[in-house]
Each structure stands twice: as C-alpha cells, then as structure tokens.
C-alpha cells in the first residue's frame, strides 16, 4: 500500500499589482550585502586557521557556504508561511524553545566548547540552543501582547506575567552559561512590552531591576569580574586577561581610514582570537578600514530602520501580531550587532555574541535568515491587505495547520 503525500507547490514568485514590490527592496538588499560580506570577510579571516587545525585552508569557507545557501533556501521557504500560522502555535514554539535549552544541559547532546555549554551536536554541525529559544520566545511574547494588551497597559500584572517563562528561559541560559543572549533578550522582551503600551515608570523600575541583576551576575563568577576589569584598561595585562581585545584594538589602528587591503590581515594570523566569528568586525576594520567598517554599520541601520518602519506600518493598520514580532526581531538584531561592534572596538565587555548575518555559524545564519523572512512575508501580507489582495502561501502548510482561507 502506498501513502500519497501532498505535493509542494511553491508559487514562482510572490505577486501584488503592478508597481508594488512584493519585497521590501532596501531590506532584502542590505540583507544580501551583509551575507556576502560576511562570505568574503570569513574567508580572509578563516583560511590560515583552518589550514593549521584542519589541514584545509578552505574549511571553514565550504562550511559557511553551506550554511549560506541553506539559509536562503530554508528563509524562502519560510516567507511562504503565512504569519497567522506562527499565531497559531505560538505557545508551541515557546516550548520547543525551552526544550531546545534544556537539551543543551543534558550530557552526550550537548556539546561544551571553551567551558560553555551551548550548542546540540547533530553529526558534524552544531545548533546552538540560545538563536533559536530568542526567536520562539519574541513570537510568543507577540502573542501574549495581542492576548492581554488591554491588561499589560492597565496594570502590573500584565507586565510581570511574561517574566514566568523568561524565567525558565533565563535560567537555562544562565546554567549554559550564555550571559550574552540573556541579555539580548531581556532586552527584546522589555522593548516589546514597552511598545505594548507599559507605562515609563513601569520600564523605568524594570530597567533599573535589571541592571541590578546584571550587576550581581557579573559579579559572581570571576571570569565575569576578570572580563570587566580587562574591559576598563585591557593594556593592563594585554598577554592574558586583556589579550582580546589589545589585540582588536590593533587592528583598528593598522587598518587606519582605509585599511590594509583584503586578505592582508596580520592580526589574523593567529593573534586574533576567533577572528572569524566573535571577531570578524575587527579583521574587517583592518583590511577595509574605518570606510568599511562605516559601511558595514550603515547597513546595520539601514537593515534594522526598515524592519521597524515594517513594524510601525503593521501596528497603523491594526496588525498587533505582526507588529510585535516584526518589533522584537529588530531588537535582536540590532542589539547583537551593537553588542558585538561595541565588543570589538573595546566599548563593552568581552561576550560571546555573533555578528548577525556576517559572522561564521550556521545557527545565527539560519535564525537571522528565517526572522528577516518573516519581516519580508509580513511586509507582503501587509501589502495585499492595502489592495485588497490574497496573499500566496505554500499549500502544504495550508493543509497541515488547517488554516481557513481568509484574506491577510
């Protein structure tokens, strides 16, 4: 007996009337420019280490190419999801999270490298748990503000119930130890409910609550005071605790306005650490110059402005959902990348945060990919909802989550 399965019909191309871009265009193209940045920066910053641990000076390029193009494909897939479908199962994807953060604890599935437990070996790649729970706790964070947004502007209660299952998550991060994505996503959960309608006075005893957490986590490991006190003055000990960062701060100052040239990187010969992921933005002042490095930022922000000029849109027109979540990735986004630059040019503490989009590793490629898909389908839907036009979606989806046909 043979079972048939639904076929996928993937429409060959996303359609509105004439004249109207299916595709925000600034936001798909500065997306674009920081992949292939990325690319072409991991390649120069990666070939002598690879060369030297794998005996290939093309390990790490392959790798990445890799996960380059299955992030494109898997981001095409998901613009074809209709956003009401994430709505849906919002609560479920809140707990595949969690699940995915406590699977990372357990020994023999989670992998521990440099003393930190985060990443799920599956075979020879490697998914880190802590890009994935922050895109499923925004989509239900996005939910519950649209459940109870009346209760989260009318009281406290409505502000301290997303704190229970930041909890679950915060504490698993912390076991990991992820201090880094703890604190991108308080920071996105607080900037989410702040734009839900939380009062200043509300933000402002959060904020200062939570700066008070931090303080104390900081402080009670050592390796987080060491990282602070190599933060303030790194030339104090620039052979140990402030290695990182002496050294990043070398390459700015060879790569002067307008850098060395690509691939002539000395820093990356083996002075840098992770020059090709927590350190890639250095590698690239030092080739590129402060020019490049300029240009880099300015894509950051022309990026993470339209995603919240998405949002802004969707929230007009009543979108509540889309609006909060299109909201929330931008937080991530822009709060990652400003971590890691700050890292990098020695204006905030060493953390182990990827570049978005730039820096080598496959979950934060697949994550990033698949949330700014997101933000293109939501501009999309928000379009046809103007002209009074159905939007395409896969129909295997519509299928499966039984998704009555409605107009967006």
Request: with cysteine; charged share 15%.
């Given at each position: ?154 009281g406290w209660w409505g502000v301290v119930k997303p704190a ?29 409910v702040f734009l839900g309608g939380m009062r200043f006075m ?94 880099v930022v300015a894509l950051y922000v022309l990026l993470v ?104």
């Amino acid at each position: 007996m043979r079972l048939a399965l639904p076929s996928i019909q993937i429409p060959a191309r996303l359609q509105v009337p004439a004249g109207v871009a299916p595709l925000d265009p600034l936001l798909l193209v500065s997306t674009l420019a920081l992949m292939l940045t990325g690319l072409v920066m991991i390649t120069s910053a990666s070939m002598d280490v690879a060369a030297r641990d794998f005996g290939s000076p093309g390990h790490f390029i392959l790798r990445h190419g890799g996960f380059l193009l299955v992030a494109l494909v898997s981001g095409t897939l998901a613009l074809m999801v209709p956003v009401r479908a994430w709505e849906k199962y919002s609560g479920v994807l809140l707990l595949i999270g969690l699940a995915f953060l406590i699977l990372v604890l357990i020994p023999g599935i989670g992998r521990e490298v440099n003393g930190s437990r985060r990443w799920i070996g599956v075979g020879p790649i490697n998914i880190q748990a802590s890009e994935i729970a922050k895109a499923c706790m925004v989509i239900f964070i996005s939910g519950y503000l649209v459940r109870r947004l009346a209760e989260v502007r009318s009281g406290w209660w409505g502000v301290v119930k997303p704190a229970i299952p930041m909890g679950f998550y915060g504490v698993a991060l912390l076991m990991e130890p992820d201090y880094g994505a703890l604190v991108v996503l308080v920071g996105t959960v607080a900037g989410m409910v702040f734009l839900g309608g939380m009062r200043f006075m509300q933000l402002l005893v959060v904020v200062v609550s939570a700066g008070l957490l931090v303080g104390l986590l900081a402080f009670a490991q050592p390796y987080r005071l060491e990282r602070l006190k190599s933060f303030t003055d790194p030339w104090a000990d620039p052979y140990g605790s402030g290695y990182q960062l002496s050294q990043a701060q070398i390459a700015f100052g060879r790569g002067d306005w307008f850098g060395t040239g690509l691939g002539n990187s000395v820093q990356k010969l083996f002075y840098l650490p992770e020059a090709h992921t927590d350190f890639v933005y250095s590698v690239l002042a030092e080739e590129l110059g402060l020019l490049g490095a300029l240009i880099v930022v300015a894509l950051y922000v022309l990026l993470v402005a339209r995603i919240f000029i998405i949002g802004r849109r969707a929230e007009k027109m009543q979108q509540f959902f889309r609006a909060y979540m299109v909201y929330g990735f931008g937080f991530i986004i822009a709060g990652q990348a400003l971590i890691n630059i700050g890292v990098n040019v020695g204006a905030l503490p060493t953390k182990g945060l990827t570049l978005p989009l730039l820096s080598y590793g496959g979950s934060s490629l697949l994550v990033c990919a698949g949330m700014i898909a997101i933000v293109l389908r939501v501009d999309y839907e928000l379009k046809c909802q103007q002209l009074k036009k159905v939007p395409r979606e896969l129909p295997l989806v519509r299928r499966i989550l039984k998704l009555e046909e409605r107009p967006a």
